[in-house]
Nanobody, 121 residues
């Protein structure tokens, strides 16, 4: 079972920036498509953005213009750049993905354990 690993969370003041990364558990495992989600205390998990194998990205209205998803093929990661952070962005952030394993294997619906982002006012 493929496990994704998020990193880069932390505490930041309102208006600040953070960059989250999502890595796979092996160098021969590559994420081809997926999304970022977040879950605030007492709330449902919320979709915030997605990316396709063709490079298309889409974002929720709540983060559009502030968050950007990108891929770093050299590091085999999918990143979430978060700018102009607001206290309401405070949540645990998760990445989700599907992709390839080695030469011909595939995986779907892999999740990470999440990384905490806290934005102070």
């Amino acid at each position: 079972q493929v496990q994704l690993v998020e990193s880069g969370g932390g505490l930041v003041q309102a208006g600040g920036s953070l960059r989250l990364s999502c890595a796979t558990s092996g160098s021969d495992i590559r994420i081809i498509a997926g999304g970022w989600y977040r879950q605030a205390p007492g709330k449902e998990r919320e979709w915030i953005g997605s990316f396709t194998s063709g490079g298309t990205t889409n974002y929720a209205d709540s983060v559009k213009g502030r968050f950007t998803i990108s891929r770093d093929n050299a590091k085999n990661t999918v990143n979430l750049q978060m700018n102009d952070l607001k206290p309401e962005d405070t949540a645990v952030y998760y990445c989700n993905g599907a992709g390839i394993i080695g030469v011909s294997g595939t995986f779907r619906d892999a999740w990470g354990q999440g990384t905490q982002v806290t934005v102070s006012s």
